[in-house]
Antibody
Framework: EVQLVESGGNLVQPGGSLRLSCVASGFTFSSHWMHWVRQAPGKGLVWVSQ????????TYAESVKGRISISRDNTKNTLYLDMNSLRADDTAMYYC??????????WGQGTLVTVSS | QSALTQPASVSGSPGQSITISCTGT?????????VSWYQQHPGKAPKVMIY???NRPSGVSNRFSGSKSGNTASLTISGLQAEDEADYYCNSYTSSDTYVFGTGTKVTVL
């Protein structure tokens, strides 16, 4: 059974930093593109970033470029999202998702990031 | 990259058919057959209903179908059921090698 389990979400002050993790199981992690998608409270889904299977290719939404970094450790079956200079509008549920032929077949349950003083 | 445009809400009675539109540009929907649709119930993670414009994943009801014409994609739900009440989002690959979601549509079963 494919499972994606996010963690690391927390309450953080504006300007602070946070690292989110997503542990994968039930499939060959090192063979798949992985994505982060976020959803602010009561708002819609927003694609954030993607990383290719070997970790060498990454792309980001314009709204997070320069402040957010995606990475992966295939030996630990883990996807990461490092977030810096956090702002109030980064407050959201952050989901990791497995990329499958340009769509997201499997999603985690999400981890909540709250940016507030 | 601006969000794809969807109607805020669509409603229908049980058994009826409804269609949700998703309008983009030639740099996303119009340029690629990589449109997918997601259903999200409150407090839950999204679930893929359609991928590559019109393909249905295993386990998704054949009451869900997708299509595309030019820069607009559509999701049709036929034989509407109470369990279909949820938020629906379209998603497209873009020419910038990124992805973009739609603004979301709340489906209400009357």
């Amino acid at each position: 059974e494919v499972q994606l389990v996010e963690s690391g979400g927390n309450l953080v002050q504006p300007g602070g930093s946070l690292r989110l993790s997503c542990v994968a199981s039930g499939f060959t992690f090192s063979s798949h593109w992985m994505h982060w998608v976020r959803q602010a409270p009561g708002k819609g889904l927003v694609w954030v970033s993607q990383i290719n299977p070997d970790g060498r290719i990454t792309t980001y939404a314009e709204s997070v470029k320069g402040r957010i970094s995606i990475s992966r450790d295939n030996t630990k079956n883990t996807l990461y999202l490092d977030m810096n200079s956090l702002r109030a509008d980064d407050t959201a549920m952050y989901y990791c998702a497995r990329g499958d032929n340009w769509h997201y077949q499997y999603w985690g349950q999400g981890t909540l990031v709250t940016v507030s003083s | 990259q601006s969000a794809l445009t969807q109607p805020a809400s669509v409603s229908g009675s049980p058994g009826q058919s409804i269609t949700i539109s998703c309008t983009g540009t030639s740099s996303d929907i119009g340029g690629y057959n990589y449109v997918s649709w997601y259903q999200q119930h409150p407090g839950k993670a999204p679930k893929v209903m359609i991928y590559e414009v019109s393909n249905r994943p295993s386990g998704v009801s054949n009451r869900f179908s997708g299509s595309k014409s030019g820069n607009t994609a559509s999701l049709t739900i036929s034989g509407l059921q109470a369990e279909d009440e949820a938020d629906y989002y379209c998603n497209s690959y873009t020419s910038s090698d990124t992805y973009v979601f739609g603004t979301g549509t709340k489906v209400t079963v009357l």
